[in-house]
């Protein structure tokens, strides 16, 4: 089994996309555990402020086949994004119905299908916070650091983060 850590966010309607998405994330994965649920200002681009949060499942994975089953998880994942009513023409920086990224599938580092670990998780207080509650003593892979550690040590600087 290997965890996967996914990070959640949306814009757009976000009390309601969240209801939704967490809906669907457990019917699709039903050991799933999210994280608070926290309100940020848009980063990149002027706009109303996000809800995120970060969730954790396992998928069945073994090591000669963790790049097949970290491509069935993306497809997974865009899938419900789709239902949920994503648009695949959005710029990289705006407003999102909903937003779902792997941030981590087990201590896999590549660059291809996606990056892992997501570089955002040490650059984004909205990432690291509700990942360092959900797995305080997990280490990042190329950090060596826990995510509590990372965390504590994160400087808030001109992000504005809030738990709801």
């Not at 939704?20 to 994330?25: E, S």
């Not at 940020?40 to 994975?61: I, L, R």
């Amino acid at each position: 089994m290997v965890d996967v850590y996914i990070g959640i966010g949306s814009n757009i309607e976000p009390e309601e996309n969240f209801r939704a998405v967490y809906q669907l994330l457990q019917l699709r994965y039903p050991s799933i555990r999210f994280s608070r649920t926290f309100k940020s200002s848009a980063v990149g681009f002027k706009g109303d402020d996000f809800y995120n949060s970060v969730a954790v499942f396992s998928v069945d994975s073994a090591d000669s086949k963790f790049h097949n089953q970290l491509h069935q998880t993306l497809v997974e994942l865009k899938a419900i994004e789709n239902q949920i009513g994503r648009s695949r023409v959005d710029r990289k920086f705006a407003a999102r119905v909903i937003d779902i990224d792997i941030l981590l599938f087990g201590d896999v580092i590549c660059d291809t299908p996606v990056q892992l670990p997501r570089g955002e998780i040490i650059e984004n207080a909205y990432v690291l916070w509700p990942l360092s509650e959900l797995a305080p003593s997990l280490l990042h892979p190329l950090e060596k650091k826990t995510y509590q550690q990372l965390w504590k040590s994160f400087d808030m600087g001109s992000q504005k983060l809030e738990a709801l």
